[in-house]
């Protein structure tokens, strides 16, 4: 079956343009009308992503080119953490376009979703980008990826991979490094050509795989994925069948194609086409809608495991319920389980205590971006220290493992060797450009770059730049240093004085400013020791009837060191927890009674 349609996926490293390439292919195709096309960064519609600047979920769109051709794309997330979002949607596509910066090359989170997309027998099409950059190499760059392919297994097939030079930003793309070019349109003959049309055949009985799951106020829960085999109409009857092989029966109740950055109801699609069903009250991600007359399941979508948790406590702090509305155990516990139908690579499990909650997922930011989006939504809740998920593999125990890059200035590179080699990682590769800077590659447990970011950033004046994606299990390496500072503990309820914490500024820096809200067993700062200090961010300057014979010392308060959420996390030790809320992240430790603390405290032999 040829038709006039093409499916594909663009994949790319954080910030190699893939978001802007999507804004100009949907710009010069002429799908969009002229009030959308002086928006940019479209695909990424959720606030986080505007401001994190990243993807965080896979976006469909469908571009109409020419008379008659139809592609849909799909924009991937570039971080390694929402690999569960890129594996699952590669499954809908036929071809993959990997986009990589002419500079930087291919890059570690790269090689993540292209060994997946080579593995399901994906057709490559490689899109250099940002080819007006200086410092940019876009020849060196292709020998790099073609290395790539070879090593991750490509085919002969794709490794005879067309390559596009382009620059997303300026609009422009060309088959030949020289060349005049203005427009996109060679990228456009390019995935026409060598993209196959959708395989799959419209006289079978349907069959289409559960990709994602949304959710509409308006027309209840709406699944998207690719028709595999056979028609789908509105009105039809349809079964569902369950991973248990369990069947249910529902009624398509509306079909929506997507086109441009809408959704646009149809009323009929056949094999090869990407739509949204609405009228499925229960189903998951990787089950099959079938047609009722003969339900054939296809196979269920394997997501890799997560590698790391942490407990997700109910907030029971003194100022539990003063800034959120969203407190309680069973709120808590509904926003969790309606995470875990749409995010499949994360788990949730429930533990002995009914107010704490195991929450695993592949990374901390994957883990992050659900707690910041649940406080914006208004809870409040508690978290613990982030601790990687330990397997037993043949007996032996093993530990997950990261392949970490790093690309710094030469001046830095020795203490950033020295403390990766401390926290048990082992360098495999070191290059230096002729610009002066270094990249260096690891191979290190998890559990040594949890809490590192901060530090590496100090040890590199902020130039630093390091990326980690998970590589495999591999032997567990025992004990690791930890942080190396102790923590000032407020021993007093009430709110912060300017003359107490200018007091106390000499022995270390501060997290709060002067008339913050305090309570016992809440951190205040860092203290400049080894050793946690209990102190009194309350106390008032005595004042007597007495006239000094000099002037008084200016109050002078240096700014607190504010922390963010995912600092916060990285930043605390296994006796201590990150309180959030709406307005606030606060420290605190898990006892909040100094005699607490000291019960709970293996005594020293």
Request: proline fraction near 4%; include cysteine; charged fraction near 25%.
């Amino acid at each position: 079956m040829s038709r006039n349609l093409r499916n594909i996926a663009i994949i790319a490293h954080v910030d190699h343009g893939k978001t802007t390439l999507v804004d100009e292919l949907l710009k010069q195709s002429g799908t969009l009308d002229a009030r959308e096309d002086a928006v940019t960064c479209m695909m990424d519609s959720n606030v986080l992503e505007k401001e994190r600047g990243i993807t965080i979920t896979a976006k469909n769109t469908a571009i109409r080119y020419g008379d008659n051709t139809l592609i849909n794309i799909i924009d991937t997330p570039g971080h390694a953490d929402f690999g569960g979002e890129v594996e699952r949607v590669l499954n809908m596509v036929d071809g993959v376009v990997l986009l990589v910066d002419a500079r930087e090359g291919p890059m570690p989170q790269t090689k993540f979703v292209t060994s997946k997309a080579l593995a399901l027998g994906l057709k490559p099409i490689v899109v250099i980008n940002k080819i007006d950059r200086e410092g940019s190499d876009p020849d060196s760059v292709v020998d790099l990826t073609f290395d790539l392919f070879a090593s991750l297994g490509a085919t002969d097939e794709q490794l005879e991979f067309p390559v596009v030079y382009a620059s997303a930003k300026n609009g422009y793309a060309m088959m030949n490094l020289g060349e005049e070019s203005d427009n996109m349109t060679c990228l456009f003959d390019t995935i026409i050509n060598h993209v196959d049309a959708p395989h799959g055949d419209p006289e079978h009985p349907l069959q289409m795989l559960a990709t994602t799951l949304d959710w509409d106020e308006y027309i209840g829960r709406i699944v998207i994925g690719r028709v595999a085999n056979g028609r789908i109409k509105t009105g039809q009857d349809i079964t569902v069948v369950h991973a248990d092989s369990s069947q249910e029966n529902f009624k398509i109740t509306k079909l929506l194609g997507f086109l441009g950055m809408h959704r646009t109801e149809i009323t009929e699609a056949e094999a090869g086409d990407i739509i949204a069903v609405a009228g499925i009250e229960h189903i998951n991600i990787g089950e099959t809608i079938a047609s009722k007359e003969d339900p054939i399941a296809l196979p269920v979508i394997h997501v890799d495991e997560p590698t790391l948790s942490m407990e997700l406590h109910v907030n029971n702090s003194p100022l539990a319920g003063t800034e959120g509305k969203l407190i309680t155990t069973r709120q808590i516990r509904d926003r969790l389980m309606r995470e875990i139908r749409t995010n499949v690579a994360m788990r949730v499990e429930e533990t002995d205590s009914a107010d704490i909650y195991k929450v695993s997922g592949r990374g901390e930011l994957h883990i992050g971006i659900l707690l910041e989006t649940m406080r914006r939504e208004g809870f409040e809740m508690a978290v613990s220290r982030p601790t990687v998920i330990v397997r037993t593999i043949d007996g032996v125990k093993q530990e997950p493992y990261e392949h970490v890059t790093v690309d710094v200035e030469s001046e830095y590179q020795g203490s950033v060797i020295e403390k990766l080699g401390k926290r048990g990682a082992e360098m495999t590769s070191m290059e230096t450009d002729a610009d002066g800077s270094t990249r260096i590659e690891f191979m290190s447990p998890t559990r040594s770059l949890i809490g590192y970011t901060s530090e590496f950033l100090t040890d590199t004046r902020g130039t630093g730049i390091m990326h980690h994606v998970f590589h495999s299990y591999g032997p567990y390496v025992g004990a690791l240093p930890g942080r190396t500072n102790g923590v000032l503990i407020s021993m007093e309820n009430g709110e912060s004085v300017a003359f107490a914490l200018w007091k106390l500024q000499e022995r270390g820096k501060m997290f709060i400013g002067s008339g913050e809200k305090l309570y016992e067993g809440m951190i205040i700062g860092i203290n400049s020791r080894d050793t946690d200090m209990t102190v009194n961010p309350i106390k008032e300057k005595k004042l007597s009837n007495v006239r000094a014979s000099g002037k008084d010392e200016a109050i002078d308060l240096v700014p607190p060191l504010k922390l963010t959420l995912e600092r916060a996390i990285e930043f605390i030790a296994d006796d201590e927890l990150v309180e959030i809320t709406p307005k606030s992240i606060r420290l605190r430790k898990r006892h909040l009674k100094e005699n607490e603390r000291k019960r709970s405290t293996p005594r020293a032999s």
